[in-house]
């Protein structure tokens, strides 16, 4: 079965401070997808990111970075120097791609807090 | 913006009633995703067409129905409408199966309030 947990429900920080926000997965699929999407209090939901399971290295792009770790399961999400325009829902997703069903299963979200 | 469309922005209906969502994927995807967002709840996966056929089911209610059309758009059916169905509905487009492009883009959602 698939299931993404995203263990802080919300997190608080004063803005330029880094955060980083958890991702745990479990999956019985050798090759997987994982994403990140971003949803600000507007509603929309975007696409931030894409790790392939076959692919571990690290990325990093601007003040994001993402630390993917397939020994412990997680998909780790930092900001370094948080700005308020970070303050948003973040949500941490999984996709198997090997079966037929492959739809994309969500984490239930961190809410972010960027205090100025 | 994400190429994915849908309509209406928002809606409000009365308790009983049927409506229908519908939804643009973008050029070329084949696959297409339906959503739903309560208050404070994450995104719950209730449905995906690939090509027009049935690939996989969530948690979908027997009142909710969903079909991919020849042209490649969707529609969500939502009938028998209980207060409890008020939430965000999201439709998402990807390129199905293996490949480089495997996210979803999502459209800017359908706002339900039952009433």
């Known amino acids: 079965a698939q299931k993404v947990t995203q263990a802080q429900t919300e997190i608080s920080v004063v803005e330029k401070e880094d955060v980083t926000l958890d991702c745990v997965y479990e999956?019985?699929?050798?090759?997987?997808?994982l994403f990140w999407y971003k949803q600000p209090p507007s509603g929309e939901l975007v696409f931030l990111i894409r790790?392939?399971?076959?692919?571990?290295q690290n990325e990093i792009s601007g003040r994001y970075s993402w630390n993917f770790q397939k020994s412990t399961s997680s998909f780790n999400f930092t900001i370094t120097a948080s700005q308020v325009v970070d303050s948003a829902v973040y949500f941490c997703?999984?996709?198997?791609?090997?079966?037929?069903?492959?739809?994309?299963?969500f984490g239930k979200g961190t809410r972010l807090h960027i205090l100025p | 913006d994400s190429g994915v469309t849908q309509t209406p922005k928002h809606l409000i209906t009365a308790t009983g009633q049927r409506v229908t969502l519908r939804c643009s994927p973008r050029?070329?995807?084949?696959?297409v995703y339906w959503y739903q967002q309560s208050l404070d709840q994450g995104l719950q996966f209730l449905i995906q067409?690939?090509?027009?056929?049935?690939?996989a089911k969530g948690n979908i209610l027997e009142r909710f129905s969903a079909q991919q059309f020849p042209d490649l758009h969707s529609e969500l059916n939502l009938s028998s409408l209980e207060l409890g169905d008020s939430a965000l509905y999201f439709c998402?487009?990807?390129?199905?199966?293996?490949?480089?492009?495997?996210?979803?883009?999502f459209g800017q959602g359908t706002r339900l309030t039952v009433v």
């Open positions: 998402a487009s990807s390129v199905a199966g293996q490949g480089s492009r495997t996210e979803a883009f």
């Open positions: 999956t019985r699929d050798t090759t997987y997808y």
């Open positions: 790790r392939n399971s076959f692919d571990e």
């Open positions: 997703a999984l996709r198997n791609s090997m079966n037929r069903d492959d739809k994309i299963i």
């Open positions: 050029s070329g995807d084949l696959s």
């Open positions: 067409y690939y090509n027009g056929e049935e690939r």
